[in-house]
T-cell receptor, first 109, second 113 residues
């Protein structure tokens, strides 16, 4: 069975500081990894996925199969980045998402 | 276009009652998912529909939970004999295509007293 672990519940940084949100997974096959974000009073939305290899809102994430990690990074945090972030794994097209417990990112002015 | 919608947004019921939660997916999305999110947890999978049929119901916790999607669009999650432990936010998502980008609804907050 697959599993997603987000080891921290809260990360608080000052504006302009670098951010790294950790995500580790366990799955014996080739997973698809995603980061979802939930801003205050908004619905859960996709931030980025590893197959796209793109940068969204300055965030990037690299799949490291050796370390089974998919950490989310941003070099300079902005106040509007404050939100709840969830790492998620899928085992293929049209399959369920397995989520981590999420981490609250708080960016202070 | 309109996103995924869910009704009601909030539902308060008493232990032992029956409830129905509705999900309207994005038009044309063939895949529909139900998740449950308890306080302090990430969403947990309940059931997945491809068209009208349940392709994976492995996440349903017990036989009090049932879901239907009779015409391949709107879905209803049904919970019988509700228990206090059923209190959670119930999320619906839909997707189409091979990349499994799931679009989520705003959720229904269920409170069982």
């Amino acid at each position: 069975a697959q599993r997603v672990t987000q080891p921290e519940k809260l990360l608080s940084v000052f504006k302009g500081a670098p951010v790294e949100l950790k995500c580790n997974y366990s799955y014996s096959g080739s997973p698809e990894l995603f980061w979802y974000v939930q801003y205050s009073r908004q619905r859960l939305q996709l931030l980025l996925r590893h197959i796209s290899r793109e940068s969204i809102k300055g965030f990037t994430a690299d799949l490291n199969k050796g370390e089974t990690s998919f950490h989310l990074k941003k070099p300079f945090a902005q106040e509007e980045d404050s939100a709840m972030y969830y790492c998620a794994l899928s085992t293929g097209a049209n399959s369920k998402l397995t989520f981590g417990k999420g981490i609250t990112l708080s960016v202070r002015p | 276009g309109a996103g995924v919608s869910q009704t009601p947004s909030n539902k308060v019921t008493e232990k032992g009652k029956y409830v129905e939660l509705r999900c309207d997916p994005i038009s044309g999305h063939t895949a529909l998912y139900w998740y449950r999110q308890s306080l302090g947890q990430g969403p947990e999978f309940l059931i997945y529909f491809q068209g009208t049929g349940a392709a994976d119901d492995s996440g349903l916790p017990n036989d009090r939970f049932f879901a239907v999607r009779p015409e391949g669009s709107v879905s209803t999650l049904k919970i019988q004999r509700t228990e206090r432990g059923d209190s959670a936010v119930y999320l619906c998502a839909s997707s189409v295509g091979q990349y499994n980008e799931q679009f989520f609804g705003p959720g229904t907050r269920l409170t069982v007293l």
